[in-house]
């Protein structure tokens, strides 16, 4: 049994399972894994997600048949699969389509231009009945129209252009905006500044900072660079800003932070006639990389106020849903208005 697993159970006793009961939910549900030739903690797997809901699920069902249990604690153990929907990896790819059908009533979304600009996700959904426009970040590797293969999780132009025309509109129909982040920045490279990136990425940036409406973000995992920007981070001032356990903010991610930082000091050492070997390089590394990583927990930036608070996933909805409440006391007295872009 590893600490997700842990953490289920817990979370299962507090929701009123009595001990018997969770013990054979447990019991059968590693059964269930174990006969799909998956690890039996398949839930807290973090290699193959899309199989481990489909059959913890299952798993979670057929026992809700068999011990009677309430329609309340059926959909709190679906909630509870949020535990194992991020990867143990910040670099892995995964869909984030099942975060956001846990966090959303109904697990009802309307999208915006689905087939556009997929690296950003943009849909019409209500969460405890508020109606809410989400922008979220799409983890998983995805294939644009053209054919071209996307990395998850980077901005590119045609997700900023869809990103820029959703936030337009939901400040037309004074729509309270949630951000879901988990960015790793905007594409880089010729290619990408030929079609125009910087020209779309300036637009999204615009239509946040510009946005009337009530904001609400969530830093699932990665907050790196611009993209932390674009995706309403601190500075463009959100009535709510909080982190999962997960996240971690900075200019860029540990490992290039850690390699580029070394290399600069490699070099002013040997400018000075200070040569290091490749064991010292290793230990220069290993240096800064812990102190970077340092930096970038969620429990560096609460503590210096760039975040209100690290809560529980499974609590996101209770908080978005207590912000809108809050939001909702204090009427909309400014007009929208991103100037005249450059289309």
């Known amino acids: 049994m590893n600490i997700p697993d842990i953490l289920i159970l817990l979370r299962l006793s507090d929701i009123g399972f009595s001990t018997r009961n969770v013990v054979l939910l447990y019991i059968f549900y590693n059964a269930v894994a174990t006969l799909a030739s998956l690890p039996a903690g398949v839930i807290a797997d973090r290699i193959k997600p899309q199989y481990a809901y489909a059959i913890g699920l299952s798993a979670f069902g057929i026992t809700y048949l068999l011990l009677g249990t309430s329609n309340n604690h059926l959909l709190a153990i679906i909630a509870i699969g949020i535990y194992g929907l991020f990867p143990a990896s910040r670099n892995q790819p995964y869909d984030t389509y099942p975060i956001l059908e846990r966090l959303v009533d109904n697990s009802e979304l309307q999208e915006y231009k689905k087939g556009y600009g997929k690296t950003i996700i943009t849909a019409y959904a209500r969460i405890d009945g508020w109606s809410v426009g989400i922008i979220a ?50 594409m880089v490279g010729s290619k990408a500044e030929h079609g125009g990136i910087i020209k779309d990425g300036a637009k999204m940036v615009n239509a946040v900072s510009n946005s009337v409406v009530p904001k609400f973000t969530v830093i699932m995992g990665n907050s790196y660079g611009a993209g932390n920007y674009a995706m309403c981070g601190k500075a463009f001032d959100p009535r709510l800003i909080v982190a999962w356990p997960s996240a971690e903010m900075a200019v860029m991610g540990g490992s290039q932070a850690a390699k580029v930082l070394a290399q600069i000091e490699a070099s002013s050492r040997k400018k000075k006639g200070e040569p290091i070997d490749e064991a010292e390089q290793k230990r220069l590394y290993k240096k800064i990389k812990e102190g970077y990583d340092k930096q970038t927990a969620p429990v560096y930036a609460a503590s210096r106020l760039w975040t209100d608070a690290i809560i529980d996933p499974l609590t996101t909805r209770q908080w978005i849903s207590r912000g809108i409440e809050a939001a909702n006391h204090a009427s909309i007295t400014e007009a929208f208005n991103m100037g005249v872009l450059q289309v």
């Not at 996307?150 to 951000?179: E, H, M, W």
């Open 137 to 186: 970040n799409q983890r998983k590797v995805v294939k644009s129209a053209d054919g071209e293969m996307q990395l998850g999780g980077v901005i590119y132009g045609d997700s900023a252009d869809k990103a820029t025309r959703f936030i337009a509109n939901c400040n037309q129909k004074k729509i309270p905006l949630v951000f879901l982040q988990d960015v790793t920045g905007f």
